[in-house]
């Protein structure tokens, strides 16, 4: 299925195999929108229905010589507010029923 050279001549590169559309596309996920290879693979098939391996996208990327993803800080998660008085408890029997 490989239009590269024999076997044992060395390879024409994976770029010209995965052809120039799909090349395009993964050149365009990684700078335009900083997607690792797990995310440009699922964006390829959701929006544009083209199947390509994981390791293919890593493989293009490095031979295209594009830049590594930054990684993401996570966000630590927000504090439950279990109160929202000063002191639990300092509200009389009025204030309960009244409001």
Avoid: C, N
């Amino acid at each position: 299925m490989s239009t590269g050279a024999a076997w044992g001549e060395g390879s024409a590169g994976i770029v010209d195999e995965v052809g120039s559309r799909r090349t395009d596309l993964i050149r365009h996920a990684r700078l335009d929108f900083s997607y690792g290879s797990t995310r440009t693979q699922l964006w390829l098939w959701r929006v544009h229905r083209l199947r390509v391996s994981q390791t293919t996208i890593q493989r293009v990327v490095q031979e295209l010589g594009l830049p590594r993803v930054k990684p993401v800080r996570k966000r630590r998660p927000r504090q439950l507010k279990l109160f929202e008085r000063e002191r639990p408890g300092t509200a009389s029997i009025r204030q309960v029923l009244d409001g």
